[in-house]
């Protein structure tokens, strides 16, 4: 295995592949990151980072075609990641908007097709017929839909406050200046340069901001994991203590199994707000109530948490 940023970026991806598994079987929200990383780690695996690229080249008929698998599969962890950052703090995905990946994959694919020479297989596969019509649309529509993507995820994820998303502001951004770099040498290329030493110093800029934004995004995704997993028992106990409350204000609760804690914990809070609106809290319950109200704040959306405002605000928030 060579030791490149492409490996790098493939064993975070392996990484966090395997250390989402088990959110994703419990949990449908953690699917969509699931996803986004088993497809990402497709895509680096066809640039040759395990197997060489000849031989996973040569398994499709040794025309590089891995070259195509490979953006596919790109585009699809990209997209699955813009919509997994999106839905980090609760948001609902909407299964509907699945069909803009197809309509991506055909934008690129005709092209490629009409490229007339596409092999045999080479790792400057690119480069090599950058000066052909066919290429510079198939390479760069690809990486104009990564821009769109990483656009609408920063667009998505602008103003949330937790620092994880940092991260993965920096990283989208690398990536997006990244493929606006390679389409200005694709461009540049089709115009009959050749491959010059200013022109391929161009192009060679778009490794490191581009696997380099990969490894960033993953991160932010692993830090948001471990930070959900080491305030799990916080919500546990926070949880307990609403249930107490609840009961001992005569409410009659309903056992939901496997629910996550955050949102048991919002639940049971509600209903103690209800209360609070009808009746005064004791000081603890006073407490407890601020104290959830504060913990949802970071956790949730705003319009998630609007209902326990309905309280007198001196009792639920400090």
Avoid at 196 to 215: R, W
Avoid at 287 to 295: F, N
Wanted: aromatic share 10%; with cysteine.
């Amino acid at each position: 295995m060579q030791f490149r940023l492409e490996t790098i970026a493939f064993l975070a991806l392996l990484a966090l592949t395997l250390l989402r598994l088990p959110a994703a079987v419990r949990e449908p929200s953690s699917r969509l990151t699931w996803f986004a990383t088993i497809t990402g780690l497709g895509a680096i695996f066809m640039v040759g980072v395990v197997v060489p690229l000849p031989v996973v080249d040569g398994l499709l008929g040794g025309s590089n075609i891995a070259n195509l698998i490979q953006n596919l599969l790109a585009t699809t962890a990209f997209w699955f990641v813009m919509q997994a950052s999106r839905t980090l703090d609760g948001t609902r995905f909407d299964p509907r908007s699945l069909w803009e990946l197809p309509a991506m994959f055909l934008s690129f694919t005709i092209p490629f097709l009409l490229i007339a020479d596409p092999g045999p297989t080479s790792d400057d596969f690119v480069k090599e017929k950058a000066g052909e019509w066919g290429l510079w649309a198939y390479a760069s529509i690809y990486m104009g839909w990564v821009v769109v993507i990483m656009a609408r995820m920063l667009r998505g994820i602008h103003g949330r406050a937790p620092r994880p998303y940092v991260l993965i502001r920096i990283g989208a951004w690398s990536i997006l200046i990244a493929s606006c770099i390679e389409i200005v040498y694709l461009t540049v290329r089709l115009a009959g340069t050749g491959r010059t030493a200013p022109v391929e110093f161009v192009g060679n800029l778009f490794t490191i901001p581009f696997y380099g934004g990969v490894l960033l995004v993953c991160a932010g995704i692993i830090t948001f994991a471990i930070a959900r997993v080491s305030r799990r028992p916080i919500h546990s106990a926070l949880g307990r203590l609403l249930k107490r409350a609840n009961v001992g204000r005569g409410m009659a609760l309903t056992a939901f199994p496997d629910e996550d804690p955050v949102h048991e914990a919002y639940r049971l809070a509600v209903r103690l707000t209800d209360i609070a609106n009808s009746e005064p809290l004791s000081k603890s319950e006073q407490v407890l109530l601020r104290a959830t109200a504060e913990m949802l704040d970071r956790q949730m959306r705003a319009p998630a948490v609007a209902r326990m405002s309905s309280a007198d605000p001196k009792v639920v928030i400090a």
